[in-house]
């Protein structure tokens, strides 16, 4: 084991790992952003809308950010989040 790979673990053991964001999904920025903010700043309703949209457009949240642009979205999708 090198030392990348031992201080990679030690970061995790302690928590304090956080995922690289080129192997951040859409989903996962969007689970992480409705935890961090919309649960925080929004009204319940409002974030059961979002996760109902997050559900409903379940094919897009395995894309990597690294490569989303606004084209891999549907036209019905594009116009939601304008």
Known sequence: MNKRDVELLATME???YVKPTHDLTLG???TEWLQSHAELHCRPRTVEGYRFTMSAREDNLD???EGFEP???GSEDRCSIR
């Open 28 to 30: 996962d920025y969007l």
């Open 14 to 16: 302690k928590g304090t």
């Open 63 to 65: 894309t990597r950010l």
């Open 71 to 73: 084209t891999t979205l």
